[in-house]
């Protein structure tokens, strides 16, 4: 049996920002999303880089090629931005995130860097497969806050990791795929305003991906839309 990803994507520059950040890709074999930061051009040039070096990623990929792939692509990004950066030293500091999850018939592998996010849902069930790198996660970890208090904290927005063309480690995770699935990979606009509590009911309660795209989307809006808002949903189908 053979599984395809059935997508669907929005993208919002919210209620504040002057500007939309984030940038994302979505195709048949490959999921991304990026959010710049560094500033009006700055971040958006970032993320652009980075969705740009990972589409190549978007063919056939055997599954034990499928980590080196993720690996060097984001090697490309990173270098990318350093050379940027580079000829204009006025992008000094721009940086984004990276989220991606590539896909073959039988087997998914993600890397993730910052605090956008990717969830699967899978028998009812929602699970967060990426953990924030961010300076109020580390707190949580080493047990110095509630993870309750982490929403409210003043410096909940500090990214710790992210690709800004300096030596970095992403994280990586393999995961088995089932028909059924239901991914979701978002920018922070979205986790930022809305719990996962929230989004496990709509990615439930929706029919299908572009409609769980917009109710999620919504919701981050009516929570005031405080920043650039990336939805990615996709479901896994069994086909031939």
């Known amino acids: 049996m053979t599984l395809h990803l059935r997508w669907a994507a929005v993208t919002d520059q919210g209620h504040v920002r002057s500007n939309n950040e984030d940038c994302y890709y979505a195709g048949d074999r490959l999921l991304v999303v990026a959010d710049g930061m560094g500033g009006m051009a700055a971040g958006d040039l970032a993320s ?8 190549p990623l978007d063919v056939p990929i055997d599954d034990d090629q499928q980590m080196d792939a993720l690996h060097h692509a984001l090697e490309v990004a990173n270098g990318r931005i350093a050379e940027t950066v580079e ?6 500091g721009m940086g984004t ?27 009812s069930r929602l699970n967060q497969l ?26 909940r927005s500090v990214v710790t ?6 030596p970095v480690s ?10 059924g699935d239901r991914w979701l990979l978002c920018s922070d606009g979205l986790t930022a305003v809305v719990s996962n509590e929230t989004i ?20 981050a809006l009516r929570g005031g839309g405080p920043d650039n808002v990336t939805v990615i949903v996709a479901d896994l189908t069994a086909g031939d």
């Open 87 to 92: 000829a204009d030293n006025s992008l000094q």
């Open 97 to 123: 995130t990276l989220t991606a999850v590539i896909f073959s018939g039988s087997r998914a592998a993600m890397a993730h860097v910052g605090d956008s996010r990717a969830y699967l849902l899978r028998d």
């Open 200 to 219: 496990e009911q709509e990615m439930l309660a929706a029919e299908d991906p572009k409609s769980c795209c917009e109710r999620l989307l919504d919701l």
């Open 130 to 155: 990426t953990k924030d790198d961010t300076y109020v996660q580390m707190l949580v970890d080493q047990g110095l806050i509630r993870p309750e208090e982490a929403a409210g904290h003043p410096r």
């Open 48 to 55: 652009r880089l980075a969705i740009e070096s990972l589409t």
């Open 170 to 179: 992403p994280s990586y995770v393999i995961v088995e795929p089932e028909a």
């Open 161 to 166: 990791r992210v690709l800004q063309g300096e």
